[in-house]
């Protein structure tokens, strides 16, 4: 247990290095309006705080800076709630007032949202591919043989797809087709959408269609089982404007993790409701062992449907960060759940 003295220290310590990013001494430390503490007496408890794994001394320097058992004891004991400030508030909701029709488009606009209120690395997952099920298709012809179909999920995402009408399908044909679709295939999940239309779309096909086969093999190619959670970033660019990330190499090596999309959704993909902060090496990579990732989950309609996220510097302004992913992550489950409904 630390005592209250050591609990102010560190706190000290962490606030002062979030916000210069210079190792942080006693003598500075005293000079603060909310220490009563001399230099000597700081520079004892300081020992014992970094004897016990909360501070490290970095070579070369007389400082101290929070290590990451130090970030997490921070996080979980001394960090108090973070309140928007007015023109945070106002630049969140200017940026989303701009109407969007889709849920793509929403998600989207949240991860520059996020990016540029935090200048750090915004990642959002998209609705759960494998959790939505079909809403309804479309087919608009753009000619005799070519034509637009669309697929419409419970989530508000929308999918267009080229398609080669089959020779011999007329007008009256498709709008079969559609009116099959639709009637049979209406809340599958899409991941079952194939299945489904092998095992009981293609008797009806069958029964109902001239050259039902070409119809069918068109849709099994288009319902392929391969969909991935789609991964929004923003300000990709940002941590290299942190001292942190001024070795190339650490750049590299985390550029090229943000590369691999599947990867980005292994480390990303909260299934937890709230707040989730992950320090360090706690993120079991060791490209983001100077990174710190602060996740939050979004929901439709009371559904778990995706994550909004932050990757920065494991000095990152926490505070604040907690404060702005959980307004955005909610802000978005309000946006995408009043487009959902109006569906």
Do not use: W
Not at 12 to 26: F, H, L, M, T
């Amino acid at each position: 247990m630390l005592t209250e003295r050591q609990l102010l220290i560190l706190q000290a310590i962490v606030d002062d290095y979030i916000r210069s990013a210079e190792p942080v001494g006693s003598r500075s430390i005293s000079k603060r309006e909310d220490v009563e503490y001399s230099a000597a007496t700081i520079r004892n408890e300081m020992a014992d705080l970094e004897e016990q794994g909360y501070i490290e001394k970095p070579h070369s320097s007389a400082g101290r800076i929070p290590s990451h058992k130090g970030y997490r004891y921070y996080v979980d004991h001394l960090l108090m709630p973070h309140h928007l400030t007015g023109d945070e508030i106002e630049k969140v909701e200017t940026l989303f007032s701009s109407k969007k029709e889709e849920a793509e488009q929403v998600i989207q606009q949240s991860a520059k949202i996020l990016s540029q209120v935090t200048s750090y690395i915004s990642i959002v997952l998209g609705p759960e591919m494998f959790e939505a099920s079909l809403k309804h298709v479309q087919i608009i012809p753009l000619s005799d043989r070519k034509a637009v179909f669309i697929l419409v999920t419970d989530t508000g995402h929308v999918e267009n797809f080229s398609i080669k009408i089959p020779e011999g399908m007329n007008p009256s044909e498709m709008e079969k087709v559609v009116n099959i679709l639709n009637d049979r295939l209406k809340g599958v999940p899409l991941y079952q959408l194939r299945e489904k239309l092998n095992n009981e779309v293609a008797s009806i096909f069958k029964e109902h269609l001239y050259n039902y086969q070409a119809i069918l093999e068109m849709f099994q190619t288009t319902f392929q089982t391969d969909r991935n959670d789609k991964v929004f970033y923003g300000g990709k660019t940002n941590l290299l404007t942190q001292p942190e990330f001024r070795d190339v190499e650490k750049v590299r090596h985390l550029m090229n993790i943000l590369e691999e999309d599947t990867l980005v959704q292994q480390i990303f993909r909260s299934e937890s409701s709230g707040i989730q902060v992950k320090i360090g090496h706690e993120t079991n990579m060791d490209a983001l062992e100077n990174c710190s990732i602060i996740t939050a989950s979004y929901s439709i309609g009371g559904k778990h449907m995706g994550t909004v996220g932050i990757l920065g510097p494991t000095r990152m302004e926490y505070r604040r960060v907690i404060g702005l992913v959980d307004y955005i992550s909610k802000d978005l489950t309000k946006l995408l759940t009043h487009l959902y409904q109006r569906g």
